[in-house]
């Protein structure tokens, strides 16, 4: 099983509402990223989790706050966002960190979100 | 600098034209190239991986290939519901950072 769930798979929320998005997998994974990925283009790493502790963080505004409560789980709280942030986040689980062509990054469904 | 440059941006072909969708690649310590298949407003699915120059993986009608500076997704009689996105991308270095290109939208019709 290669599944990564994600939800809510839709959000709007307005620029003073705090929503949280959730990701989890239980694939033993060890590692697990949130992406932004605005229409058309690529997906962007925002941060990179690896045994519960934030591994990577590349300089994403603090109006993003992650949080992994567990080996299996990872939350990307949202604040005070603005209408640009508008995009689909996907968040990813690979079994470690370190790189090798072995160990990909598996993606969930992603959550569109809309910031009015 | 690390890039990841993938042609053509778009592809039309018709049902059971084969092609070839491009992947090039500048990226010092090659790690990894992986493809990956996006539909809209889906997350990325992950295809193949790719360590080394000369080797080949395949599935269904896809075939990936690499090569020291690009990699090759060779699409043989495809179907419609082949059309998506197809995105490469590269890891490299000391962290599981994926270097990903813009992508190839490719649209099959009947």
């Known amino acids: 099983d290669t599944e990564v769930t994600q939800t809510p798979k839709h959000l709007v929320m307005g620029m003073t509402n705090k929503k949280s998005l959730k990701c989890e997998q239980h694939?033993?994974?060890?590692?697990m990223y949130w992406y932004k990925q605005k229409a058309k283009k690529p997906p962007e790493l925002m941060f990179v989790y690896s045994y519960e502790k934030l591994s990577i963080n590349e300089s994403v505004p603090s109006r993003f706050s992650p949080e992994c409560p567990n080996s299996s789980l990872l939350n990307l709280h949202l604040h005070a966002l603005q209408p640009e942030d508008s995009a689909l986040y996907l968040c990813?689980?690979?079994?470690?960190?370190?790189?090798?062509?072995?160990?990909?990054?598996?993606f969930g469904p992603g959550t569109r979100l809309t910031v009015l | 600098e690390d890039q990841v440059t993938q042609s053509p941006e778009a592809l039309r072909l018709q049902e059971g034209e084969s092609s070839s969708l491009n992947c090039s690649y500048t990226?010092?310590?090659?790690?990894?190239l992986f493809w990956y298949r996006q539909d809209p407003g889906k997350g990325p699915e992950f295809l193949f991986t790719?360590?080394?120059a000369g080797e080949e993986k395949e599935k269904e009608r896809l075939k990936a290939t690499l090569t020291k500076k690009e990699s090759f997704l060779h699409i043989t009689a495809p179907k419609p519901e082949d059309s998506a996105t197809y995105l490469c991308a590269a890891v490299r270095g000391a962290t599981n950072k994926l270097i990903f290109g813009t992508g190839t939208l490719l649209a099959v019709q009947p």
């Open positions: 790719l360590y080394s």
């Open positions: 694939m033993g994974h060890r590692a």
């Open positions: 990226v010092s310590g090659l790690r990894g």
């Open positions: 990813a689980s690979s079994r470690t960190e370190t790189p090798s062509a072995y160990n990909e990054q598996f």
